[in-house]
């Protein structure tokens, strides 16, 4: 994700993956965790060790960012993926005159999730108003909390509720909303939930930051899967019909959520989100 293209993202990128590893070896841990590898040094083709986490990893939930402020500092910690306990989140986007309204989020942010705030984003602000509301959702006030799955549904309570936290101060310090573009994304390895909203008052039609989906790509994008989908002539609709003869356990398995369409498989993807095919966590 990211507000200029993939080539002036130049604000450091991050990547959060999901591994079992330490739930094999630490009986107290349970489920998939997030790993962090977040830079400001390099880009993501000319990052070696990047590239060799990558040539070496596989996870089925991946949460990577590209970036571009206009806000500085340009620092590691301001670098998306925000990860709290085994929850992740990502935004592409801006909070409406987010440092007049920082300290307001901040009064209906719990206090253990404010002291887990290391950067001056308004994304890492808002997660941790997120997880706040997470908590309330599920009656749950310990710390060690966020380190157990929530329900999609769940989640999307707390994603809206968090964001009718953000309107409701604009609204009392500045009488209306001001500008906002919000393209969020929020995982823990198990469900993920994404959400893409704008509003501008000087537009009826504000221009929003792009969010795509695609049950395909996944699957053309993966040399290892069914040689059937992988090819490259094949359109969208053979692909339709390969995954109905797939068990249903196999049938759209690799889920993209993304900023911008990648590669030549526009074809694959749908603008915004639509219904999916199938029930997902």
Known sequence: WGKYGPNRNLDGFGVGWYTTTRSEFDNSVEGPQPALYRTTIAQPANDTTFLSVC??????????????????????????????????????????R????????????????????????????????????????????????IEKPYPASMMWDALKRAIRDVFEIQMEQFGGLPRNALNICATDGESMVALRYCNDPKTKTPKTPTLFISFTAGDKLDRKSNKEVYEDDRSLEEIDEIARRMAQHERYASTLQVGQRMGKLSESWMFGLPRPYRETH
């Open 98 to 145: 987010f440092r007049e309204i920082r300290p307001k989020m901040l009064e209906r942010t719990d206090q253990k999730y404010s002291d887990m705030i290391h950067g001056s984003t308004d994304t890492e602000h808002f997660a941790a108003l997120y997880f706040s509301r997470l908590d309330e959702l599920a009656n749950s006030p310990r710390i060690d909390d």
């Open 55 to 96: 040539s070496n990893t596989a996870s089925k939930t991946v949460l990577s960012h590209v970036r571009a402020t206009l806000s500085p500092p340009v620092a590691t910690t301001n670098n998306h993926p925000f990860v709290f306990g085994r929850h992740s989140l990502a935004h592409n986007g801006e909070i409406g």
